[in-house]
């Protein structure tokens, strides 16, 4: 029954800021990585950034020093700042998260619904 809610996104002007938010809901374990992915038309999904269960961060270069990624510690959310917004952020955006359900050595990826980040010229 783990589910993971977005909120957020929406239509923003260049140079302007949103903030995504991902809830983990049901009963888990723990979470591993979390993380936010795009897909834009014509592109395949990419990485934008991922934080692991230690709070280690990675970006991906188009988006280092705009975005920031942040998660709490009970595993419950992860977020994601986006400042100084591109057109070519525009993007339908997913949040991720490899989750064990239960104690032992076996996760399983569970998906955002996926929310749209327009960013107008």
């Known amino acids: 029954q783990v589910q993971l809610v977005q909120s957020g996104g929406g239509l923003v002007p260049a140079g302007g800021s949103l903030t995504l938010s991902c809830v983990v809901s049901g009963r888990f374990f723990r979470t591993n990585q979390m993380a936010w992915y795009r897909q834009a038309p014509g592109k395949k999904r990419e990485l934008v950034a991922a934080?692991?269960?230690?709070?280690?961060?990675k970006y991906a270069e188009s988006v280092k020093g705009r975005f920031t990624i942040s998660r709490d510690n009970a595993d419950n959310w992860v977020s994601l700042q986006m400042n100084g917004l591109k057109p070519e952020d525009t993007a339908v955006y997913f949040c991720?998260?490899?989750?064990?359900?239960?104690?032992?050595?076996?996760?399983?990826?569970?998906w955002g619904q996926g929310t749209q980040v327009t960013v107008s010229s």
């Open positions: 991720n998260a490899d989750i064990q359900v239960l104690e032992g050595p076996f996760s399983s990826a569970y």
């Open positions: 934080i692991g269960h230690d709070h280690n961060t």
